[in-house]
């Protein structure tokens, strides 16, 4: 039985980001045979408008939103009938602070070859830009909404990034990024440092590092706009 391959495609996180794509994009979504995607009808027009040609009815497609058995198991099984399959994640990088992993799990399991593709993840490009520290970090996606629990965790994320000089990584949906900034900006100490990055990899991208103090006197405005915020020493 010669099992299909797995590929993991990039994804832009901007509808006019694609400079960040890898040159070979096409090339890569041309061996496959069918998609795990996040959001399907996105991932339809972002495949048209990358390679004009592709009829896109001529594909299997498969919505991951969340992961089921019942996927895992059609997966697996386009994997043991030698179709090659693409996983398309809305976070850029396909893996990582995504659904698919799981699918990717269950690969490795079987024995598939997995083929990672890197594409623009805001938690990377956003480290990346910061200043803070990029050897210690982690991403806790999205904080509790409960008031006095996202206070406890924003409280426990400033101080373990003191303690251990940890970058501590988190983001919000975007209709709510200004109540989360409000709430950073009420539990953090004057002196430490908050990233805040802003339509990473759009024309208007900005990703600006300061001091608690500073953002105090300078609140942005984040509704309804993609923002990765980051805590740091």
């Known amino acids: 039985m010669k099992l299909g391959k797995v590929y993991l495609l990039p994804m832009v996180l901007h509808e006019e980001g694609f400079e960040a794509l890898p040159a ?3 090339k890569w979504i041309q061996q496959c045979d069918a998609f795990f995607v996040e959001e399907e009808k996105t991932a339809r027009r972002y495949f048209k408008k990358l390679w004009k040609e592709m009829v896109i009815d001529n594909y299997i497609w498969y919505p991951i939103h969340k992961v089921e058995a019942e996927q ?4 697996t099984q386009l994997l043991k ?7 398309v994640s809305e976070a850029g990088c396909a893996g990582i602070a995504d659904p698919g992993q799981l699918l990717v799990a269950a690969a490795q399991e079987l024995g598939a070859v997995v083929k990672p593709y890197v594409g623009p993840s805001s938690i990377l490009l956003a480290l990346m830009a910061s200043g803070m520290n990029g050897n210690l970090f982690q991403f806790h996606g999205y904080l509790p909404i409960d008031v006095l629990e996202r206070k406890k965790k924003i409280q426990a994320l400033e101080t373990d990034s003191q303690q ?10 975007p209709y709510r990024n200004n109540q989360l900034l409000e709430a950073i900006l009420q539990n953090c100490h004057p002196n430490t440092r908050l990233c805040i990055g802003v339509d990473i990899t759009a ?7 300061a ?5 105090r006197n300078n609140i942005p405005a984040l509704h309804k706009k993609l923002v990765i915020f980051l805590l740091g020493k």
């Open 164 to 173: 251990r000089d940890c970058t501590q990584l988190f983001i919000e949906t």
């Open 81 to 87: 009938q030698g179709k090659n399959i693409g996983i």
């Open 24 to 26: 070979d994009t096409v």
């Open 72 to 75: 895992i198991q059609s997966f």
């Open 211 to 215: 001091t608690i103090a500073y953002w």
């Open 203 to 209: 024309p208007n991208e900005i990703i600006t590092t």
